[in-house]
């Protein structure tokens, strides 16, 4: 197998990265009361309202022990891609319980939100995260 090659599936396998899976399952944010679900293959929930678009569907992107970035698909604003980037801290209260913190400056282009927005050709990566942010619950439906 050439160098080439596993580059290839290096950037497949990272393109592919579940959330989680002690997280998969769906959720209740306290804050805004919206379902929220993990699965294997990315994050429903936490809406943004970008122009006249709406993300509301994540991709893992990338992924440490406390920390996830979820990656938006690319949207088309005036013939330009942009990606939706919304870095999140994970820390376990109980089985039912997690506190999640967004840790985004504030978006003034997509409601406010903690989100950052770039052209879907610029590099994003979990260093992008700032330290501070927003904290909520999320309690996992069904759950006693």
């Excluded at 002690?22 to 929220?36: A, F, N």
């Excluded at 330009?80 to 820390?91: D, E, K, N, S």
């Excluded at 913190?101 to 504030?106: A, L, R, Y």
Aim: proline letters at 2%.
């Amino acid at each position: 197998m050439g160098m080439r090659t596993i580059l290839i599936l290096l950037s497949l396998v990272s393109a592919c990265l579940a959330c989680k899976s002690s997280l998969y399952g769906e959720w209740t944010d306290d804050k805004t009361q919206q379902t929220v679900t993990f699965s294997s293959s990315g994050v429903t929930g936490w809406d943004v309202s970008l122009f006249s678009h709406t993300v509301n569907t994540w991709k893992c992107a990338e992924e440490s022990t406390d920390q996830i970035l979820l990656s938006s698909s690319p949207i088309d604003i005036y013939s330009l891609y942009f990606v939706v980037h919304r870095c999140i801290t994970v820390t376990k209260e109980t089985d039912c319980k997690y506190q999640i913190t967004f840790n985004n400056p504030v978006e003034p282009n997509a409601g406010n939100e903690r989100v950052t927005v770039l052209l879907k050709n610029d590099d994003a990566t979990l260093s992008m995260c700032s330290s501070d942010g927003e904290t909520r619950t999320i309690t996992k439906n069904g759950c006693v």
